[in-house]
């Protein structure tokens, strides 16, 4: 499989850090908490950067949103959700938008890497028929769980364009 990765610069992640920080002050949300919470917005902070760099027609739905009922991007009027994790599967509570692109940090925390993606009518197929994915409980917190083998090649990709290289 083609993966897409990115470098992740000192600036970014430090903004990152204070800019989730920030938002977790103001506890307008009911996310499962940890340190690593940033993550998230500095996957959209690299791939924002990217696609303004590839010269793609894009909407950055910024992170810092009140409620979790918009899209991280919208691209050629698809709406996309980021799902950055430092774990090796993409996870995921309830497919809102059309797209789910699952990327990786490194832990050294200077790489993202693009790694699959799945539509929304494959998440929901799978979770119905429990294929291609494993359901996961944390209290009355439900969780399914995704690996890359079982996702789209993320060249398949260039039709919002996100082109990979050889």
Known sequence: MKELTLPISLEQLLAAKKQQK???AQKTYNKF???TNYIGLLGEMVLNDYLEAEGVDFKWVKFN???WNDPDFI??????????????VMWIQEEKFDIYLYAQINREQNELTLK??????????SKQTG????KVTRGNRHDWVFEPADMFDIEWLSFIGVGVGA
């Open 75 to 88: 691209i050629h009027e698809r709406s996309i959700d980021l799902k950055t994790t430092f774990s090796d």
């Open 131 to 134: 294929i291609n994915c494993k």
């Open 116 to 125: 699959g993606w799945l539509p929304k009518e494959e998440i929901t197929k």
């Open 65 to 67: 949103k009140q409620g």
């Open 22 to 24: 920030e938002f977790d």
């Open 33 to 35: 908490k940890c340190d």
